[in-house]
């Protein structure tokens, strides 16, 4: 295990923070986190957005025996998932999604299903949520770990283009991402029609997702729960369409010979201005998800 990810109270945070000290890590600031630390070769990072602490390098799994746990956490839980979290290894399929909130790219959705095998075929690769990976090669590592355990998928890749017709017919994002849930969870059930469960991200209510759910999908009971890429079938899900988003990405780019970024920043609209202008604003409808409000914005700044 290379990677170990778990939320933190802002109580647990201070401790974690006097644990280092005492400990004589080394500490720096980066963008979006409390703090950093280093000492050897493990790495400590608290995330703002959770708050959430992210463990990596050697060392880790002591790292997270003595220190996090006795002295942050106050339970142990390391290496003991099946005990605390069963439902884990029981036999379910997870969603998730990726490019949601990326102006340029597809929506890409994906499912894995996963039994106590798998799921500890899944936990010992370190198959964790896409979100927690920072690098493209290790989530293209990691999709081919998944694809090596023979486990059912289900990847559907929403284009620019098809994504802003479906857009259009739904007019709700929320029911866009139910339809495509639905999808995936359909297709799954074709490959595992055994499967007694499904498992989300808790984007929208249930019955949303049920409603858009088609025949062999509607027996299957569905869950949603926030944090669930905490579960390794959504978990591997996510590295699925990240992988798929990024391919995407890649490849699009290298055809327009621009680097395409992700999410919606200052650097997102520079390049969307430098594309219409170079190939006219329908460009956007091909590469772009047009209902943002990105697309004003670019399209108002080179009236």
């Not at 080394?26 to 050897?40: L, Q, V």
């Not at 590295?239 to 391919?247: C, N, P, Q, S, V």
């Amino acid at each position: 295990m290379t990677t170990y990810t778990t939320p933190l109270t802002s109580e647990q945070v201070q401790l974690l923070r006097e644990a280092l000290i005492a400990q004589q890590f080394d500490f720096e600031s980066k963008p979006y986190t409390i703090f950093t630390a280093r000492k050897d070769r493990l790495n400590v990072a608290v995330y703002e957005k959770g708050p959430k602490v992210v463990v990596q390098g050697r060392g880790l799994e002591d790292f997270i025996t003595f220190t996090l746990e006795p002295q942050v956490l106050g339970e142990a839980k390391f290496g003991y998932d099946e005990v605390h979290q069963p439902e884990m290894f029981e036999p379910h399929f997870g969603i998730d999604e990726s490019g949601k909130g990326d102006f340029f790219g597809p929506l890409v959705i994906a499912g894995a299903y996963v039994d106590g095998e798998i799921a500890r075929a899944l936990r010992d690769a370190g198959i964790q949520d896409s979100k927690n990976i920072g690098s493209d090669k290790r989530i293209r590592d990691l999709a081919a770990v998944i694809r090596r355990t023979r486990a059912p998928q289900s990847v559907i890749v929403i284009g620019p283009q098809k994504y802003n017709e479906l857009f259009v017919k739904f007019r709700n994002l929320n029911r866009m991402l139910a339809w495509g849930h639905a999808r995936v969870i359909e297709n799954l059930c074709e490959l595992r029609p055994d499967c007694p469960r499904a498992l989300s991200d808790k984007f929208a209510d249930e019955s949303v997702i049920q409603r858009a759910l088609m025949e062999k999908g509607r027996a299957i009971r569905l869950d949603q729960r926030t944090k669930a890429e905490s579960d390794y079938a959504v978990a591997a899900a996510s590295i699925l369409a990240r992988e798929k988003f990024i391919d995407w990405l890649q490849k699009t780019g290298d055809a327009l010979g621009v680097t395409i970024p992700r999410g919606a920043s200052a650097q997102v609209k520079k390049v969307a201005r430098e594309l219409v202008a170079a190939k006219g604003p329908e460009v956007l409808g091909a590469v772009a998800k047009t209902h943002f409000k990105t697309a004003r914005e670019v399209l108002d700044s080179l009236l």
